[in-house]
T-cell receptor
């Protein structure tokens, strides 16, 4: 059965600190996709990244970076030099190649960046 | 940037009223979804659709119903609203792999429903 675990419910950091949001997943599929979404206070979910299970290269986009490790079934998200605008709830999600291809979301991590 | 719209953004109604939450997308996506998000943040899939005339129930049982008469439109209806329906409702769409897409879901801004 598929499952996504975000053990950190809430994190607070001071502006300019680095922060890592953890995501651990479970799936029996060999082909799957992992996602991160950001939900700011306005409520909309904003797509950040999609990785497939065959691509373990880490990715960097500005202050954001993602570390995908199949050996530990983890897809962690790091924000470097955090800013107040990064305050949001962040969701990790999994989509399997079989079945309905729907997203299974983690329970989210609320990040608060203190100025 | 995704083009998916939801109306109304906020709705406060009394118990027993019939309501329809609107969702439209202009990206030509085949697949559309409705999620319910409780105050504890967790997202629950309540309905989805593969395309016109297709509707499926999601992981969370819901008293709401949906229809998909046009590709771009996926409204959600509650025949008789109750306080337990108070929640945020998020609509999303994606282009599935069989249609040449990456199946990434793009979300609308959400409707925050309060039933008194």
């Amino acid at each position: 059965a598929q499952k996504v675990t975000q053990a950190q419910t809430e994190i607070s950091v001071v502006e300019k600190e680095d922060v890592t949001l953890d995501c651990v997943y479970e799936t029996r599929d060999t082909t799957y996709y992992l996602f991160w979404y950001k939900q700011p206070p306005s409520g909309e979910l904003v797509f950040l990244i999609r990785r497939n299970s065959f691509d373990e290269q880490n990715e960097i986009s500005g202050r954001y970076s993602w570390n995908f490790q199949k050996s530990t079934s983890s897809f962690n998200f790091t924000i470097t030099a955090s800013q107040v605008v990064d305050s949001a709830v962040y969701f990790c999600a999994l989509s399997e190649s079989t079945g309905a291809n729907n997203l299974f979301f983690g329970t989210g991590t609320r990040l608060t960046v203190i100025p | 940037e995704a083009d998916i719209y939801q109306t109304p953004r906020y709705l406060v109604i009394g118990t027993g009223k019939k309501i329809t939450l609107e969702c439209s997308q202009t990206m030509g996506h085949d697949k559309m979804y409705w999620y319910q998000q409780d105050p504890g943040m967790e997202l629950h899939l309540i309905h989805y659709s593969y395309g016109v005339n297709s509707t499926e129930k999601g992981d969370l049982s819901s008293e709401s119903t949906v229809s998909r008469i046009r590709t771009e439109h996926f409204p959600l209806t509650l025949e008789s609203a109750r306080p337990s329906h108070t929640s945020q409702y998020l609509c999303a769409s994606s282009m599935p792999p069989w249609a040449g897409g990456a199946d990434t879901q793009y979300f609308g801004p959400g409707t925050r429903l309060t039933v008194l």
